[in-house]
């Protein structure tokens, strides 16, 4: 069994900037496809932030263009997410998704448990 854990979250101050980090661990990873970011907020739906698919470019949501980067590192089996000029509408649970194939289990999708962004003054 694959798991995601994310770390970086916590409250920041507009305009300020936070790291995510999220790791795969558990059993040994066969091959990565995907790693991306996604964010919910308070009654909202879940929206994409940054999705990259192995060998291929990291396509961005519209409203964190410019400002977020995500980086991967697929030997190792993470993905971060850099974010700058942070405003108070990205205030929301940050989730990390990587699109995987575990040894002796079928490609699937995994999720982390989430971790809080706070973007207030």
Same mark, same amino acid.
């Given at each position: 069994?694959?798991?995601?854990?994310?770390?970086? =979250? $916590?409250?920041?101050?507009? !305009?300020? %900037?936070?790291?995510?980090?999220?790791?795969? *661990?558990?059993?040994?990873?066969? @091959?990565?496809?995907?790693?991306?970011?996604?964010?919910?907020?308070?009654?909202?739906?879940?929206?994409?932030?940054?999705?990259?698919?192995? =060998? $291929?470019?990291?396509?961005? !949501?519209? %409203?964190?263009?410019?400002?977020?980067?995500? *980086?991967?590192?697929?030997?190792? @089996?993470?993905?971060?997410?850099r974010m700058?000029?942070?405003?108070?509408?990205?205030?929301?649970?940050?989730?990390?998704?990587?699109?995987?194939?575990?040894?002796g289990d079928?490609?699937?999708?995994?999720?982390?448990?989430?971790?809080?962004?706070?973007?207030?003054?």
């Amino acid at each position: 069994q694959v798991q995601l854990v994310e770390s970086g =979250g $916590g409250l920041v101050q507009p !305009g300020g %900037s936070l790291r995510l980090s999220c790791a795969a *661990s558990g059993s040994t990873i066969a @091959g990565i496809f995907a790693m991306g970011w996604y964010r919910q907020a308070p009654g909202k739906e879940r929206e994409r932030v940054a999705l990259g698919r192995t =060998g $291929g470019d990291i396509y961005y !949501g519209d %409203s964190v263009k410019g400002r977020f980067t995500m *980086s991967r590192d697929l030997a190792k @089996g993470t993905a971060d997410l850099r974010m700058n000029s942070l405003k108070p509408e990205d205030t929301a649970v940050y989730y990390c998704k990587m699109e995987l194939r575990a040894v002796g289990d079928t490609r699937r999708d995994y999720w982390g448990r989430g971790t809080q962004v706070t973007v207030s003054s």
